[in-house]
């Protein structure tokens, strides 16, 4: 077991219930797509996993869990990319040698080295994603989340992004609206619909025609 849920309960200042009694458990080698129109909860649930917004329930996460958010300006706000990668490095108490190493293998991992010394303002939309990804990387995560990961990237980058997240070994849970690419990178689906499980079950459920309908994709 990697990722425990149960009954895990969101609620916005103005009683809007986000999340409605939620129960999952995601398990070694899982690639979780997570899927539902907006406003199915799908955000909210990932910001609750992360501990950014105060849910009731439990949430039992062995090891550490990372969140690349849509936006990749949200992870890139140092002079430099290596200075984002480092960022997270430093604060976990590693030394400079150590962040060093830690940048160094990241940046490798994910083919962007050239780009250490570039700011993530001369960035093209791809190589953001890239580089927020390294954001998290760098600090050793056993789980990897993401929000609406192929948003803002053009088929060639998009491509990429499904074939570096096919070759990461972490578990993950991937909230999109792409399912070309959910059903590309994910080997298990969760539809929400109004905070709640509507289904959970193998990727197949990406063809179910009637499921689609009821989650309102047409």
Known sequence: MMLKLQNLTVVYPDKTK???????TLNAGENIALIGENGAGKTSLLLAIAGILKAKGAIEI????GLVFQNPDDQLFMPFL???IAFGCRNLGLSEEQTKAKVEETLEMLNISHLKNRSSLKLSCGEKRMAAIATVLSMSPSILMFDEPTAYLDPKARRLLAETLKKLPHEKIIA???MAFA???CNRVIALKDGRIAADGPKDLLRDEELMRVLGFF
């Open 183 to 185: 059903a590309e990178v």
């Open 82 to 84: 290596y200075d984002d």
């Open 62 to 65: 062995p090891k550490q869990i």
């Open 176 to 178: 999109t609206h792409d």
């Open 18 to 24: 986000a999340i409605d009694n939620l129960s999952f």
